[in-house]
């Protein structure tokens, strides 16, 4: 029998011993349930820049989908696979969810490869090519601003994409018509992974800025 990773074997074990033991109702009551998250969080994928442990959730909180560079495609209802497009569909749709939250983090790999496309494709399929090509105007913007610091064009770039994926949530009907009604709210952050710095988006105007915490 092929065996798990032992880091993952080890790590479940604590989990069930630790978290689940203290959670058991918590688990039971969302089996028999089901769950009612009120927020919708779409993150990276990286590794280092998971949204249950930036926000300390518990099970049920947030309902997450992760995709490379946390990026909404506009809304294309045609014969393709959008992977992405149908978790927003179930939250929204069936969940009912009252947040959507674009979660961008620093150092972000997808961003770096939008901004460097004369590098080589890592497979001949070029998905993230193909994939951060979504902000390629944005990003042949960034790029070729020679003012900046390659820093500056990277964190820039990983703050305009938050507000194309903002933008194009409000592509998708279902979306519009809910945050006119007020009943659905569209949030951006950015996590910046060095300092553990959170940065939240500012609606009116589109800047960053560090919330109050109480
Ligand atoms: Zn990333």
Redesign the pocket.
Known sequence: MDHLPKRLLSGYRQFMSGRYAAETARYRELAAKGQSPETMVIA???SR?APETIFDTGPGELFVVRN???LVPPYEPDDRHHSTSAALEFAVQSLKVKHIVIL??GR????RAALDPTAEPLSPGDFIGRWMGLVAPAAEAVAGNSLMTSGERQTALERISIRYSIANLRSFPCVKILEDKGRLTLHGAWFDISSGELWVMNRETGDFQRPELD
């Open positions: 990276c994928c990286d820049a490379v560079a946390n961008g983090h972000c790999g997808g961003i």
